[in-house]
């Protein structure tokens, strides 16, 4: 007898928000401040022309929409987490061999390792250091987003074409549901994030800002 199972399957599922999860990739003083350690040895010219459409966006545009979602989520009762760049040791010996040749270091404790103030954790909220691109590789994310019982993770976040595009292939191979909102993550070029956003779209269900609210809004 052939099964009709797979004629059912989609990846465009509404949230369940008591099996949700909100996850805030790397946005931190580190990569979304001016004075973070990736940009504070630049001069004003040279941050201007490599990153200053990104912070524009970044402020403007990316962050509110954060702040939306942090809202939103919270009010519909997902569980918010985020996670950082950020060492175990002062010296940053146990990161990555890909982050050592990068020379990406975000001593354990500093403030480059610190979520940007204007989406702050509240103090009951989830907040994982990593030294990996993947959250899911260098965390135990995928052992406490079973315990909390999350079956459909929101990404968003930095960079869109390196660490949540890794989040998302990670976390689908380990079978869960993710939705991007593609307004809330944010890279280097708007070229780059909408290749981002095509490469990955095969994995995830893609929304705005606005769907998911509309969404969340409409479930409750």
């Known amino acids: 007898m052939t099964s009709n199972t797979n004629a059912i399957l989609t990846r465009e599922v509404p949230l369940v928000?008591?099996?949700?999860?909100?996850?805030?990739?790397?946005?931190?003083?580190?990569?979304?401040?001016?004075?973070?350690?990736?940009?504070?040895?630049?001069?004003?010219?040279?941050?201007?022309?490599?990153?200053?459409?990104?912070?524009?966006q970044l402020n403007s545009r990316v962050v509110p929409n954060m702040q939306?979602?942090?809202?939103?989520?919270?009010?519909?009762?997902?569980?918010?987490?985020?996670?950082?760049?950020?060492?175990?040791?002062?010296?940053?010996?146990?990161?990555?061999?890909?982050?050592?040749?990068?020379?990406?270091?975000?001593p354990k404790g500093s403030w480059d390792g610190k979520v940007i103030d204007e989406i702050a954790p509240d103090e009951d909220e989830i907040v994982l250091p990593k030294t990996s691109s993947s959250v899911f590789v260098s965390t135990h994310i995928?052992?406490?987003?079973?315990?909390?019982?999350?079956?459909?993770?929101?990404?968003?976040?930095?960079?869109?074409?390196?660490?949540?595009?890794?989040?998302?292939?990670?976390?689908?191979?380990?079978?869960?549901?993710?939705?991007?909102?593609?307004?809330?993550?944010?890279?280097?070029?708007m070229d780059r994030h909408e290749t981002s956003l095509r490469a990955i779209k095969g994995y995830c269900r893609q929304v705005t800002t606005q769907e998911l609210l509309d969404e969340l809004t409409h479930n409750g």
């Open 17 to 56: 928000p008591d099996q949700s999860g909100l996850l805030f990739i790397d946005v931190q003083n580190f990569s979304a401040k001016r004075e973070g350690a990736e940009f504070k040895d630049l001069t004003d010219a040279e941050f201007d022309k490599s990153y200053g459409w990104f912070f524009e």
């Open 68 to 106: 939306a979602l942090q809202s939103g989520c919270r009010a519909a009762g997902i569980e918010v987490m985020y996670t950082t760049i950020e060492s175990l040791t002062k010296d940053g010996r146990d990161r990555s061999l890909d982050y050592k040749i990068t020379g990406f270091n975000v």
């Open 142 to 189: 995928d052992y406490i987003l079973r315990n909390l019982g999350v079956k459909q993770i929101v990404l968003c976040g930095l960079i869109t074409d390196q660490c949540v595009e890794s989040a998302i292939r990670d976390a689908c191979d380990l079978g869960y549901l993710v939705t991007q909102v593609t307004d809330a993550c944010l890279t280097y070029s």
